[in-house]
């Protein structure tokens, strides 16, 4: 498995201690959050309204002018790997977790498949601290991160708010995969992202657990604002 080993610096600490599960059939992620002191809270901004869970997605709104600060986001593209889409703003929710049984705070996830959802209880992009995003993969395609992994240094993502005011990130190093959903691999990997990034893309990965009814990991891959 690759690993971020970086330390956290400046503003960029810790947001939480996560475990996060995709349930492949039911489309939902979940894990436990401890928010951090400090963590910033959210911009206040117009966000785009939710996407039902049919996936079909509404009409996103065009790049314009680069944001000047924080923007809430409403559409993401990621030309490497086909995504132009929807972004919807979620916050925390509760679930059982399927590999422990507990009940667990975590981020709320998109109904559909195809599009995407920004976890609006904490930082938005470009505030300084990591934001996240995250979006479903699934065994049979047509989900919205199912290429997520193949991501390289460099490649672009751009974030655009409902005014069309965006920011242009570049990934930062390889994906990190096989962070197993079992163990704190994924908390471990978030809280120790890499000092510059100002975002993280989050996913499930691995074999499907029969048993648990999940995926068995997950895969992250950070961007920072250029």
């Not at 507990?102 to 470009?126: C, L, N």
């Not at 490649?155 to 990130?169: H, I, Q, S």
């Not at 029969?210 to 068995?216: K, L, N, P, Q, W």
């Amino acid at each position: 498995m690759r690993s971020v080993a970086r330390e956290l610096s400046g503003q960029r600490l810790p947001l939480l201690v996560f475990l996060v599960v995709l349930l492949a059939g039911a489309g939902v992620f979940v894990w436990t959050a401890r928010p951090a002191a400090d963590t910033a809270a959210p911009t206040p901004a117009t966000s785009l309204g939710a996407v039902p869970a049919t996936g079909e997605v509404p009409a996103l709104p065009a790049a314009g002018t680069p944001a000047d600060g924080p923007v809430v986001p409403g559409r993401i593209v990621v030309p490497a790997i086909g995504v132009d889409t929807a972004v919807e703003s979620r916050g925390t929710v509760q679930y059982e977790n399927p590999f422990t049984g507990r009940t667990v705070d975590g981020y709320d996830v998109p109904r559909s498949m195809r599009t995407t959802s920004w976890w609006s209880d904490g930082p938005a992009p470009g505030s300084g601290q990591m934001a996240v995003v995250l979006g479903h993969a699934g065994a049979d395609g047509g989900a919205v991160f199912d290429r997520l992994s193949e991501l390289s240094p460099g490649d672009e993502v751009l974030l655009v708010d409902a005014g069309g005011a965006y920011l242009r990130l570049a990934v930062l190093g390889e994906p990190v995969t096989g962070l197993d959903k079992a163990t704190s691999a994924l908390a471990d990997t978030l809280n120790r992202h890499p000092a510059d990034a100002d975002l993280a893309l989050v996913t499930c990965g691995g074999e499907f657990d029969e048993a648990a009814g999940a995926s068995e990991d997950n895969t992250v891959v950070f961007a920072r604002v250029v």
